[in-house]
């Protein structure tokens, strides 16, 4: 779906959208509110949305949609863009908008998509038996579908469009292009932790932890962020000795 109170932005992405060919239009709407009940009731997968739009905004919308519809953000207002990765954004499109960038942002949401449908069927049980564990993800890197272990995931590194997960059987990350929430939202939560905007750690691969909390893992040293503390702090104290 498309929401923006602009016309002409409307046409333009449905331009856009017509000339993708795995993406196909469920319906726009000019109206925040129309579109909203919209989403919840047809629960698209994805939504092109403006954030500037009277009575509800997208920010707001976007908090009030099924956990299942994903966003892109579609604005003439960078400073929008760090809000954007606090919601289920998978892009953030800056005004005017250019196709090639439409484009990429658009194969990044099916990647993500794969990714999930990937999983899923991973842990589909079998005729008869109880659902497995699952116990690993699907990455798409270097044009193939990768297996990756969770038991092998050392930790996730952001960096802008992509993301890298470095692995304890490889000497090189493998490089995929998703966003950092994606790939959160992938992982489990007892396993795994974002510590800072551009890590997410596999907790049981911590080797040590400096007084200003600098992680060593990996060969490498994580900075533990402000905003991560409390939550880091918190699994601390669970697991200290004292």
Known sequence: MVVDDEPLAVKMLEN???????????????????????????????????????????????????????????????????????VS????????????????????????????????????????SAAPQQDSIFVKSDGQLRKVAFSDILYVEGMKDYVLLYLASEKRPLVTHITMKAVEELLPEASFMRVHRSYIIALDKIESISGSYDISIGGSLIHVSDAYKPAFEQYLSQRMLR
């Open 16 to 86: 856009f959208i017509s000339k993708t060919a795995f993406l196909t239009l469920e319906e726009s709407f000019t109206d925040p509110v129309a579109a909203l009940d919209a989403i919840r009731t047809r629960q698209p997968q994805l939504v092109f949305l403006d954030i500037q739009m009277p009575d509800l905004n997208g920010m707001e919308l976007s908090r009030m949609i099924p956990e299942s519809t994903r966003i892109i953000f579609t604005t003439a207002f960078k400073d929008y863009a760090f809000d954007s990765y606090e």
């Open 89 to 128: 954004a998978l892009g953030f499109l800056l005004k005017p908008i250019r196709y090639q960038k439409f484009l990429e942002a658009a194969e990044k949401a099916r990647l993500w998509f794969e990714l999930v449908e990937s999983a899923e069927a991973a842990a589909e049980p079998g005729a008869g």
